[in-house]
């Protein structure tokens, strides 16, 4: 079972960027996919959920409106649309895996079964 992160760049502020997260089917499958970021001596911050049954959704308050999460349950693949992007933006941004019957709990990191390597974003001023 991996989680395979990818897209993360260097980009101005205003820009956009699309990052990516292929899972293996039997993660993909019944499993809410996340995504978190992690800036240099922070801790890691939940980003945006998705769930696999009816694609709904959940973000962060500082992304909401800039960010679009979505999934592609056919390629077994999340996308994260980031969108304005400004400086705090700047982190290693991760995808993470959670069952569905943990919906409740998304927005926690160490709730998450399985994550992938992170992709770095930054956003220059």
């Known amino acids: 079972v991996q989680l395979q992160a990818s897209g993360g760049g260097l980009v101005q502020t205003g820009g956009s960027l699309r990052l990516s997260c292929a899972a293996s089917?039997?993660?993909?499958?019944?499993?809410?996919m996340g995504w978190f970021r992690q800036a240099p001596g922070k801790e890691r911050r939940f980003v945006a959920a998705i769930d696999y049954r009816d694609s709904a959704t959940v973000y962060a308050d500082s992304v909401k409106g800039r960010f679009t999460i979505s999934r592609d349950n056919g390629r077994n693949t999340v996308l994260l649309q980031m969108d304005s992007l400004r400086p705090e933006d700047t982190a290693a941004y991760y995808c993470?895996?959670?069952?569905?019957?943990?919906?409740?709990?998304?927005?926690?990191?160490?709730?998450?079964?399985?994550w992938g390597q992170g992709t770095l974003v930054t956003v220059s001023s």
């Open positions: 089917p039997r993660t993909f499958s019944s499993y809410v």
């Open positions: 993470a895996a959670i069952s569905t019957t943990k919906w409740r709990w998304v927005r926690y990191a160490d709730k998450y079964d399985r």
